[in-house]
């Protein structure tokens, strides 16, 4: 490039709307490192697109100063899909919700990601619906009591990366709302890779979930409770750093360091795997019985829909010439009526 | 491979025996029978039908080009079963195409056939009673055996019982007389059989004496990689035509000359290629990449089809994971500048309304193709109905105005795709497209127009703003559009969606009095579109008795009935509506001038209701929800008894 960009700042990405998502919700967070992070991407802010469904999560785009298009429940990554491959320039982004993603837009985020376009699915995961005020999500735990489940869920959840693993994902991550660093490292993480990026944020509903990942966010639990992947290295977690994950056949257990194991007995991450069973044991790992992995469990590379379909395009031009609406008009047989 | 034959008469017309092909010029017959009387007819119509896999669409394809290549005018009606192989012999899976071929203009597929050609029993029981006192009745004799009798519920058998006297009956041994023809080339019975049908194809090709030349063609194009079956098919073909020559059974042959059509190149063509090709057109003549968000549907997914085989020109298909998907992810594409487009047909319109309400809500462009067939839910799948003309008019949730036209013809689904998208882009605002099964599959021939000389759809979009000054992305033109910004436009950074949006900013807004304002501006801009439309045209006396007034792929079968009331003297009018919202803005007028006005459709009354409802007319309904067009006979029958 000649000419250099303007630089960018977090508050040029920030639209003059009125952000109205509830006081001390998750969301706000989320929000800020994606403005802080999006300058570090030397895109344009009118090549970046935010696409969203419904619910809390899905107000997102309004408060970009972007291009965006809040879209109806569930949808999201299927609107995302037709501007990408209508319009594979722009950097899309899809923002949905345990609800929005899981539950009634399940089809279409399974779809999206198995076909690999070059866009970015951030789930804000809460374990509720919020914007109907309270019924239990698909990512509720057992026995959850919500407005619709008074004697608690009788429905097993789901596991958001799992599922994104089970669809192909190429490239699926995990952070915490509060965690800023943490989240803005994997939000560009996400925007780097080439590929379908999955990306949950664990995101605390104040005031119909509140708590629901303190275990995760606490001071004094969370070294106990998360541990942090890095591509090569094991995994190792606790205060004191002295424990971590150790491969006992296919199941992962807890060990302590020291008393004859060492780092080199661990688990070491490896988010390049060709296969995925590395990175579903991960997903698997729930607290309390396990510290729930956070980072990048996965990013490998694999063709793009987008790619392929321009591919496609450029071969029948090459192959056939560019359309002639006048050869096409006369391919079948015709005759003359003088 | 495209080929174009020169007709200033009949091309098959031939009084000496004409070389097809170098390679056999001995077994190439006369088109004319040396020794049989033959008798020139203005139209004849003739019917095949089989098991769903004796190849009767083909046999019904190849009769229908070949016609339109010798000059004749042609309608077809291909009619078969949602199972793809029902049990063989059954009656439900029994599969026909009904082709219509003319010395002068025709309009529909013909109501009753002159010819029936039956290859079993199953198909003689379901197609019997469409054949014409007197008609010719070619029968494959092999297939009535005691099996294939009991199976279409024969308890004796109609070939000997005398119950077939009233028909002129050629019992055929098509199976013996195939086997026997392709023997040379080594084939399976199995695979000998499935030469039957050109066999047939042959016999009726002799019958009205019809070249064998683009059957060939289509065989050695089709065919050509695989000697032995292409070789077999020549065979059975050629015995089929000798067969008519040479057999006593036959005395007549006939000979339909060619229509007097409009002076230029033609070629057939069937409604969902048309329209598939007219949208292609149309995103050419706009500037615009075209994009297909589809999931798989019968009748619509030929046109999916069809697209998919033109990336050449840029097309980007995408067939969806569901209906849903098909539509949003054409919605997502029209935002970012393309022409975005969805087909299906009933069910998944249905799916779809909910975002169709989203593109309404936008103010984007796009196109919803319903191509209708016979509902409640899954109902009749293969079979032809208007009954979606509410579902499109009225079926989204809240006040949803959409525009909505309707093509009439296979080949008027050529402009009407172009005229939906002109709608489309000016008015800012997504357009439901109707046509039907019974358009979408049948065929006629279309004059083939020059590109560039189609008119241009004109297609704004606002350039980059640097000023600073905040983009106004709900601002309006004279039409009551707003501006079609496209991502990547410096300074035109907004936000769409489904909540309510503030007129001229465009931001979120839950304010009383700019909601009532922006569901009326949102209506207006449809109503707008009858100032922009051509007024209603009627064809018939200006004032009268009756008006026939329909809508969609029932335009041929009224406008035939029409002219016949008109020929006997009747005061009857046709007007036939293309446009279905808006109405044009004389149509109150038109219907006001008639004593009365007769809607017919294959409904129980749609566009009657809206009509009623928006005119204060009293209206009179003439519907039938059979899954099947309407025939010339009953309309004919229902409006004369109404101009009377």
């Not at chain 2, 003689?124 to 009798?149: C, M, Q, W």
């Not at chain 2, 009956?169 to 195939?178: E, G, H, I, P, S």
């Not at chain 2, 060619?258 to 409604?271: C, D, Q, R, S």
């Not at chain 2, 984007?364 to 193709?369: G, V």
């Amino acid at each position: 490039m000649s000419t250099a960009l303007p630089v960018l700042q977090a508050a040029d990405f920030a639209s003059d709307q009125e952000v109205r998502w509830c006081p001390g919700c998750g969301d706000y967070s989320i929000l800020a490192q994606m403005k802080k992070m999006l300058p570090s991407l030397g895109i344009p802010r009118e090549q970046t697109v935010f696409i969203s469904g419904i619910g809390c999560s899905s107000r997102f785009p309004y408060y970009m100063n972007t291009y965006g298009l809040h879209s109806i429940h569930g949808r999201a990554p299927a609107v995302a899909t037709g501007l990408k491959v209508a319009r594979p320039d722009l950097s899309v982004w899809v923002i949905t919700g345990d609800g929005d993603g899981l539950s009634i837009g399940g089809n279409h985020l399974m779809h999206c990601i198995r076909r690999n376009l070059d866009i970015n699915i951030v789930l804000f995961n809460n374990q509720i619906y919020g914007l109907t005020k309270g019924q239990y999500s698909p990512t509720s735990p057992l026995g959850k009591v919500t407005k619709s489940t008074p004697m608690g869920a009788i429905d097993n959840p789901l596991h958001p990366l799992s599922i994104a693993i089970g669809c192909e994902a190429t490239f699926v991550a995990r952070s915490i709302d509060v965690n800023i660093k943490h989240l803005g490292m994997v939000l560009k993480r996400a925007a780097e890779h080439r590929g379908a990026s999955f990306v949950e944020v664990y995101q605390n509903c104040n005031i119909f979930n509140d708590g629901a990942f303190n275990y995760a966010t606490d001071k004094e639990t969370k070294a106990d409770t998360v541990v942090e992947l890095e591509h090569g290295k094991p995994l190792i977690f606790g205060k004191n750093r002295d424990k971590g994950i150790r491969l006992h056949g296919m199941n992962p257990e807890i060990v302590e360091l020291g008393k004859g194991i060492s780092e080199d007995d661990l688990l070491f991450h490896d988010e390049k795997a060709p296969e995925p069973s590395l990175a579903y044991l991960l997903s698997r790992m729930r607290h309390p019985e396990f510290p729930e992995p956070i980072g990048v469990f996965r990013a490998v590379d694999r063709p793009r829909y987008d790619d392929e379909m321009g591919r496609q395009i450029a071969t029948a031009i090459e192959k056939k010439g560019a359309g002639d609406f006048n050869e096409l008009y006369n391919s079948a047989d015709t005759w003359m009526v003088n | 491979m495209s080929t174009t034959t020169t007709s200033a008469g009949p091309t098959t017309r031939r009084d000496q025996p004409t070389s097809h092909s170098d390679e056999t010029p001995a077994q190439q017959p006369p088109l004319h029978s040396a020794h049989k009387p033959v008798e020139e007819l203005t139209t004849a119509t003739v019917r095949f039908c089989g098991d769903s896999g004796d190849g009767m669409q083909l046999a019904g394809t190849q009769l229908s080009n070949t016609s339109a290549l010798a000059g004749n005018d042609i309608a077809t009606f291909p009619d078969f079963p949602a199972e793809i192989r029902a049990p063989r012999g059954t009656k439900a899976g029994v599969s026909g195409f009904q082709i219509q071929f003319a010395s002068g203009e025709i309009y529909t597929p013909g109501d009753r056939v002159d010819a029936l050609v039956a290859m079993n029993p199953a198909a003689l029981a379901t197609n019997l009673s469409d054949l014409i006192k007197g008609g010719v009745l070619i029968v494959n004799r092999d297939e009535f055996d005691e099996k294939g009798l009991k199976q279409a519920g024969y308890e004796t058998n109609p070939l000997t019982d005398g119950s077939l006297k009233g028909y002129r009956l050629f019992q055929v041994d098509m199976t013996k007389l195939t086997r026997l023809a392709v023997q040379s080339q080594g084939l399976g019975t199995k695979e000998s059989d499935r030469c039957r049908n050109f066999f047939a194809m042959g016999l009726v090709f002799w019958l009205y004496s019809r070249s064998l030349e683009p059957t060939l063609r289509y065989i050695d194009e089709k065919f050509g990689k695989r000697p032995a079956i292409a070789e077999a098919n020549r065979l059975a073909l050629k015995t089929g035509y000798n067969f008519g020559e040479t057999t006593e059974a036959l005395p007549t042959q006939y000979i339909v000359p060619a229509a007097k059509l409009t002076p230029g190149t033609y070629t057939n063509i069937m409604g969902n290629t048309a329209l598939a090709w007219g949208l292609m057109t149309a995103a050419r003549l706009s500037g615009r990449d075209l994009f297909l968000g589809s999931y798989p549907i019968t009748p619509a997914s030929d046109i999916l089809h069809e697209l998919s085989r033109h990336k050449e020109f840029g097309v980007r298909t995408f067939q969806a994971e569901d209906e849903i998907a098909a539509v949003t992810s054409a919605i997502g594409a029209s935002f970012g500048g393309a022409m975005g487009i969805t087909t299906s047909s009933g069910p998944g319109i249905a799916l779809k309304q909910e975002a169709i309400g989203l593109a309404v809500m936008t103010e984007l462009p796009m196109l919803i193709i319903n191509v209708q067939r016979g509902g409640p839910s899954t109902g009749l799948p293969t079979k032809t109905e208007q009954a979606d003309l509410l579902q499109a008019v009225c079926g989204r949730n809240g006040e949803c105005p959409l525009p909505v036209v309707a093509a009439r013809s296979p080949a008027d689904c050529f402009d009407v795709a172009q005229e939906a998208w002109r709608i489309s882009t000016k008015f800012m605002v997504p357009v439901m497209l109707l046509t039907d099964g019974y358009i979408a599959n049948g065929s006629e021939p279309w004059l083939i127009p020059d590109f560039s000389k189609l008119p241009k759809i004109e297609v704004k979009h606002p350039g980059p703003m640097t000023n600073g000054e905040p983009f106004m992305p709900y601002a309006r033109d004279e039409n009551l559009s707003r501006p079609w910004a496209l991502p990547g436009t410096p300074g035109l950074m907004h936000r769409l969606g489904g909540l309510e949006k503030q007129d001229i900013t465009g931001n979120v807004s839950y304010d009383p009095i700019n909601h009532e304002h922006m569901v009326r501006l949102r209506q207006q801009k449809v109503d707008n579109v009858a100032k922009h439309i051509p007024p209603q045209e009627v064809a018939g006396p200006p004032k009268g008795k009756l008006l026939v007034l329909s809508w969609g792929g029932t335009y041929g079968a009224c406008l035939t009935a029409v002219r016949r009331c008109q020929a006997k003297g009747l005061s009857v009018a046709h007007a036939h509506l293309r446009y279905l919202n808006p109405f044009p803005a004389n149509l109150g007028d038109i219907l006001r001038s008639y004593d009365k006005v007769v809607v017919p459709e294959l409904n129980l009354g749609q566009l009657n209701l809206l009509i009623r409802g928006k005119f204060l007319i009293n209206t009179i309904g003439y519907n039938k929800i059979q899954g099947r067009p309407f025939s010339v006979a009953e309309l004919t029958a229902r409006f004369e008894e109404l101009a009377s």
